[in-house]
Each structure stands twice: as structure tokens, then as C-alpha cells.
């Protein structure tokens, strides 16, 4: 069906205009008739009618008047790719397409409009490829009468009367993408063109119904059924749908709200949960205590990220936006320490890109460096003795977190640097430090950057230098 598809999305600019006297006989005396016909490309736009299309569109509304007997038989021609049936059907869709244009914009009487389909038998181009069977696709609106009818070869085009009834979806607004569409077909039509938003394709009629499912655009969406039988009779009918997406659903799994944590060795804690969204999630965040962190979602909208647990009691809570711009944030989640070292300093290093490796660094006043390779004091000799990285991660957005307590006096520099990514890919970096924060009173909290690092640029970046217990952030 690919060519089939893209038979109603290609413009082909075809029109032609022709008046041509025509003598006809019959029982009567000879009379003098004008017979008028205009050539549309299957995608045409009343919108943008041309002059000659005018001219013709004007003369036939005068003439309609004059004449209650004549009609405007508007006739859709196929191509020769594919089967006669389908062709057939694709005839139908072609002209009723037009035809809409006609009475809903061009205001003409729908009773003074007749639909045929030709379908594949009267092909301006005999055969080849679909790109040189352009000519072939077309629309033929002629003004006529029983008797120019006849002259012309043309069939006697047929009304609209048979009865098309869509069930499912009912018009409105749903916040599903996929949808159920089921039908009624009346009368003996063995297929049927499903049309939405402008896109067809042609679907079995089994038992007189149509239950097929169908994708739908975000917004507002037509959708269209159009059945047909072999004496050319059809039927349409057609319901607007619009879709608007639900904002994200965000359940924190683990840790529960009220848990109690014991910090004697560690303060790291793994937050994990569910992020359900019916769009693709632009991003998603983690707030601790307020400090918003980046963090990855899976295909199947999971997430486990480590958090460094710094006070008494701390919320968590999750937030996550999706490429249409709507949120949804989490319930938030209390969870409390006990037998929590006091922390003088408390660093937290994230970034924006996924796949990109920065790594924290802290010197101390005596030359100590606490990094990924001397996390602590038990894990590397040249590590500050009285901190530690409490996280490292390798591959997300972060947080690298170092923390200490008990610090020597001195000056602490902190640095960020650009490790490593797949990609080589810039990312920018943002710093925050928290001075004594389980001491209200003394609590202080500094936030430095962005600052992007590239890979084949500046590499490193010096954030600030510290004086400690002063807290006097000396170089910024």
C-alpha cells in the first residue's frame, strides 16, 4: 500500500480548460449544448483556485442556474499500479475529495454534484512506474446532461445513498494516540477506504462492519470511511477526533515514605520508581531536598538513581516532562537518618548530556586529591582523610558527590574535568556547595555554573577555592 499512500499526498498540477460546442440528436429537434470540463490534480486546493479555474468555476455556476437539468459529474481516474478494485476504491476517494472542495468551499449545491470513479480504465499514460503515471491521476469535473452524458461515454454517475454509520471512535476529545475504529456498511460493499488525516488505505468490509485500529496525530484528527458496491453506489461517513496526550505518571517505588536510614557507613541511597507517559519524555529530574538532579528513564520508563542522604530528613520527589511540554512531579517522599557524621562541606557535580563521564576533583589545603581514583582515604592514599566521593557515576548525568567532615584548615579547591564520552559530545556542567548543612545556622549554599566542557576545548574547569572553617569562597 506505499504507492497507494502516496498517491493522495503527491501535487499534481494539472489543469486544463476547454469549451467545445457539441450538436447532439435525438428525438427532438437538434439542439446546441456547451459542454465545459476541468482537469484537477488529485491533491488540488480550492484555496488557491487559478484564474482559468475561476473563469470555469464561474461559467458552470451560471450555467447551473440557467439549467436545472444539468450537473456537475466529477470523476476520479487512477493509475494502473495495483489491482482494478483497489483502484476503483482510490477513483472514489480522488473525486469525493473534490467534491467536498465544491460544496464546502465553493459553495455549489450538493444536490448538482455527482461522484464516479473511473478508476484504472481510461489511463492518459499506458503503463510504467508510478512517477511517470503522474498524468494518470487525476480528476475530471464536467458539466453535463443525460444526453452530453451519452456522447461522451461517460457512465451515469450516481448519488450517495448508501448508509456508512462509524461507532467507535465517537467525535470529541481522547487522550489515547491508538484508537478502535468499527463501522457499519450497509448494502453488499466488500471494501471500504479508511482516510485519516488525509492518509487512506483500503480495508475489508466483513459481515457489513470495519474493525480495524488506527494511530492518531496529536491535536486534531479526521477520520473517514467510504464504501462503495459494484453498481457504484456509496456511502461515507466521518467523525473529528482530537487527541491530547496525558501529562507523565510518576510512582517512587523505593525508598517508602517514612523510612529510616542508618548513615554509619554510607549516606548513599538508591531512589527508584515508574515514569508512565503515553508521549516520549523530554526530561526528568530528581529533587533532594530541593536540588534538582537529571536522571535517566529507560524504555520502559523505569529509573534507579543514587542520592547521598546529607540531613536528618530529607524529601525526595520526581519530576518529568514530555517533548509536548506537560509535567507531572511525583508525591514527595520523607525519609530520615540516624548515626549521620556532621558535615562541613558538601559537593554535588551534574551535567546535561547522557553518555558523557565528568569527574569531580578536591584538593586539600595539604595537597590531598580526592577523585575517582583515590575516593577515600581506605581506597586510594591521596585522598583527603577526613572525605570521600560518595558517588561516582560513569555514565549519566550525575551527581558526583563528595563530602567531609572534620576538615583540616585551609584552603579546598574543587574542579571539574571532562573524562570521557562515546559521542565526544560538549556537556555543560553545574557545581553546587553546601557548607555545614545539618547546621541551620551555619548552612550556606553556593551554585556555580553551567559551564560547558568539550572534549576538544577547555577540558577543565576550576569551580571555586574554599577557606574552611570560614567558609569564604576565595577564587569564584
Given at each position: 500500500m506505499s504507492a497507494r499512500t502516496a498517491k493522495y499526498s503527491l501535487l499534481i498540477l494539472l489543469v486544463s480548460l476547454l469549451i467545445i460546442p457539441v450538436i447532439t440528436k435525438g428525438s427532438r429537434a437538434v439542439a446546441r449544448e456547451y459542454e465545459l470540463f476541468?482537469?484537477?490534480?488529485?491533491?488540488?486546493?480550492?484555496?488557491?483556485?487559478?484564474?482559468?479555474?475561476?473563469?470555469?468555476?464561474?461559467?458552470?455556476?451560471?450555467?447551473?442556474?440557467k439549467d436545472p437539468s444539468l450537473s456537475l459529474a466529477v470523476a476520479g481516474h487512477t493509475d494502473t499500479l495495483g489491482s482494478e478494485?483497489?483502484?476503483?476504491?482510490?477513483?472514489?476517494?480522488?473525486?469525493?475529495?473534490?467534491?467536498?472542495?465544491?460544496?464546502?468551499?465553493?459553495?455549489?449545491?450538493?444536490?448538482?454534484?455527482?461522484?464516479?470513479?473511473?478508476?484504472?480504465?481510461?489511463?492518459?499514460?499506458?503503463?510504467?512506474?508510478?512517477?511517470?503515471q503522474d498524468e494518470n491521476r487525476r480528476v475530471v469535473i464536467r458539466l453535463a446532461t443525460p444526453a452530453a452524458a451519452s456522447v461522451t461515454g461517460q457512465p451515469a454517475a450516481r448519488k450517495q445513498d448508501k448508509k456508512?454509520?462509524?461507532?467507535?471512535?465517537?467525535?470529541?476529545?481522547?487522550?489515547?494516540?491508538?484508537?478502535?475504529?468499527?463501522?457499519?456498511?450497509?448494502?453488499?460493499s466488500r471494501t471500504a477506504l479508511l482516510t485519516v488525516n488525509g492518509i487512506s488505505s483500503l480495508i475489508t468490509v466483513?459481515?457489513?462492519?470495519?474493525?480495524?485500529?488506527?494511530?492518531?496525530?496529536?491535536?486534531?484528527?479526521?477520520?473517514?470511511?467510504?464504501?462503495?458496491?459494484?453498481?457504484?453506489?456509496?456511502?461515507?461517513?466521518?467523525?473529528?477526533?482530537?487527541?491530547?496526550?496525558?501529562?507523565?505518571?510518576?510512582?517512587?517505588?523505593?525508598?517508602?515514605?517514612?523510612?529510616?536510614?542508618?548513615?554509619?557507613?554510607?549516606?548513599?541511597?538508591?531512589v527508584s520508581g515508574q515514569v508512565t507517559s503515553q508521549t516520549p519524555l523530554a526530561e526528568t529530574f530528581l529533587f533532594l531536598n530541593g536540588a534538582p538532579t537529571r536522571i535517566e528513564v529507560d524504555e520502559e520508563g523505569r529509573f534507579s538513581q543514587p542520592v547521598v542522604l546529607i540531613r536528618k530528613t530529607n524529601r525526595i520527589k520526581v519530576e518529568a516532562l514530555d517533548i509536548y511540554g506537560k509535567t507531572d512531579t511525583s508525591e514527595d517522599i520523607t525519609v530520615s537518618t540516624f548515626n549521620m557524621a556532621p558535615k562541613d562541606i558538601v559537593v554535588y557535580l551534574t551535567w546535561d548530556q547522557p553518555g558523557v563521564d565528568l569527574d569531580l576533583h578536591i584538593w586539600g589545603p595539604e595537597g590531598d586529591h580526592t577523585y575517582h581514583a583515590a575516593l577515600d582515604p581506605i581506597e586510594g592514599g591521596e585522598a583527603i582523610p577526613q572525605g570521600a566521593l560518595d558517588l561516582d557515576d560513569k555514565n549519566g548525568f550525575g551527581p558526583e558527590v563528595f563530602s567531609m567532615a572534620g576538615e583540616t584548615k585551609g584552603i579546598y579547591?574543587?574542579?571539574?574535568?571532562?573524562?570521557?564520552?562515546?559521542?565526544?559530545?560538549?556537556?555543560?556542567?553545574?557545581?553546587?556547595?553546601?557548607?555545614?548543612?545539618?547546621?541551620?545556622?551555619?548552612r550556606m549554599i553556593r551554585i556555580f555554573g553551567p559551564e560547558e566542557l568539550d572534549p576538544k576545548g577547555a577540558r577543565e574547569w576550576i569551580v571555586t577555592r574554599i577557606d574552611l572553617p570560614e567558609g569564604i569562597f576565595a577564587v569564584q
Open positions: 476541468l482537469t484537477l490534480g488529485v491533491d488540488w486546493d480550492a484555496a488557491g483556485t487559478t484564474a482559468r479555474e475561476k473563469t470555469f468555476f464561474e461559467k458552470v455556476r451560471q450555467l447551473l442556474q478494485e483497489e483502484n476503483q476504491a482510490i477513483g472514489f476517494y480522488y473525486a469525493s475529495r473534490i467534491a467536498d472542495q465544491l460544496v464546502h468551499t465553493l459553495k455549489f449545491p450538493y444536490d448538482r454534484i455527482e461522484i464516479t470513479s473511473q478508476g484504472e480504465s481510461e489511463p492518459l499514460v499506458a503503463t510504467g512506474s508510478f512517477d511517470t456508512i454509520l462509524i461507532l467507535e471512535p465517537a467525535p470529541g476529545t481522547v487522550d489515547r494516540a491508538y484508537q478502535r475504529v468499527r463501522a457499519i456498511v450497509e448494502g453488499g466483513q459481515d457489513s462492519r470495519i474493525n480495524t485500529e488506527v494511530v492518531l496525530e496529536r491535536g486534531d484528527n479526521r477520520i473517514e470511511v467510504m464504501a462503495w458496491d459494484e453498481s457504484g453506489s456509496f456511502g461515507r461517513d466521518s467523525v473529528d477526533v482530537t487527541y491530547v496526550s496525558p501529562p507523565p505518571e510518576i510512582e517512587i517505588h523505593q525508598p517508602e515514605d517514612g523510612d529510616l536510614f542508618d548513615t554509619t557507613h554510607s549516606p548513599v541511597v538508591q579547591t574543587i574542579e571539574a574535568r571532562y573524562h570521557h564520552s562515546q559521542e565526544g559530545i560538549s556537556s555543560r556542567a553545574q557545581v553546587t556547595v553546601v557548607l555545614y548543612p545539618t547546621e541551620p545556622a551555619r
